[in-house]
């Protein structure tokens, strides 16, 4: 009976060690479970042909049967930019991957642009230069710029570039309120700095109309689309090109409606074509 009495503890202990263990698997697989779930995201989006309606758009973009998968892909001939005709919105928490299946139509190399297309509601592309870096930094007209002048004098102390792929934005204001701004000037030719009456900021064409002194103004720069991932692509075969995981917030969000998915090959090779199939945004929490 003693010997009885001193197994039985030795049991309890094992039973619960056995209980214990299985809590611990228990725990582990759910915490799998949630990074998995995590390394996947949402599909918001996906286009690949096989739509009665072609889904692109783009001059000249047909279907062909060369597909990476399906029966169905887009055929971009050159000096196309693919559109999609289809667009959503952006969540500043969230992150995104925009990828597409790609293949040079030629057994040769080719550059190839992933981007965005930041839009109002109505579909306007909003343009790089409508928006600022740094909203904040506005300076103020020391005296009026009239209709025709091809240069405007600000109060000194402004730190801009003489450039002309940067212009300067009217009536702007501090707080960013004013972005998409399109009351914009032509470009930079040069900045003579600290004159009796302030900095002179002379232009490459002259005003379109009358800006009181006092007006406030902001440096923009010139730019194309929210591009995500842009490099060679690899003849021969399809290849999945992939954007960068990037988060909503850091997307143009000023009068952002939502964007427009776009593909395009680079300048210096638009003289080649592009097959496109399964081209996808995945949102993901984190």
């Not at 109505?122 to 930094?137: E, F, G, L």
């Not at 952002?256 to 995945?282: C, H, P, S, T, W």
């Amino acid at each position: 009976m003693a010997q009885v009495m001193r197994v039985l503890p030795s049991n309890k202990v094992t039973n619960k060690k056995e209980r214990f263990g299985g809590v611990v698997r228990k725990v582990f697989l759910i915490q799998l479970l949630l990074a998995c779930c995590c390394t996947y995201g949402a599909e918001l989006m996906h286009f690949g042909a096989e739509a009665k309606k072609l889904d692109v758009s783009g001059s000249g973009i047909t279907v062909t049967e060369n597909a990476f998968s399906g029966k169905k892909a887009y055929y971009c001939p050159r000096r196309v930019e693919l559109r999609t005709n289809g667009s959503f919105k952006i969540n500043p928490d969230a992150y995104y991957i925009i990828s597409a299946w790609v293949k040079t139509v030629d057994p040769v190399p080719g550059h190839m642009y992933l981007g965005l297309i930041p839009c109002t509601s109505d579909k306007k592309y909003i343009a790089h230069q409508y928006y600022s870096d740094n909203y904040a930094a506005v300076a103020e007209l020391a005296k009026p710029a009239a209709k025709g002048d091809e240069s405007i004098t600000v109060k000194s102390g402004v730190k801009w570039k003489a450039s002309r792929f940067n212009v300067v934005a009217f009536n702007a204001k501090a707080d960013g309120s004013d972005l998409p701004n399109r009351e914009l000037s032509s470009g930079i030719v040069s900045i003579k700095r600290n004159t009796p009456e302030g900095d002179v900021i002379t232009f490459s064409k002259a005003l379109k109309k009358d800006y009181p002194a006092g007006t406030l103004v902001r440096e923009h720069s010139l730019g194309g689309y929210h591009y995500l991932k842009k490099g060679v692509i690899a003849p021969g075969s399809w290849v999945r090109w992939e954007s960068p995981k990037v988060k909503g917030s850091s997307i143009r969000k000023a009068d952002m409606a939502q964007v427009i998915l776009v593909i395009n090959l680079a300048d210096e090779y638009k003289e080649r074509g592009l097959f496109v199939d399964d081209i996808k945004v995945e949102e993901f929490a984190e």
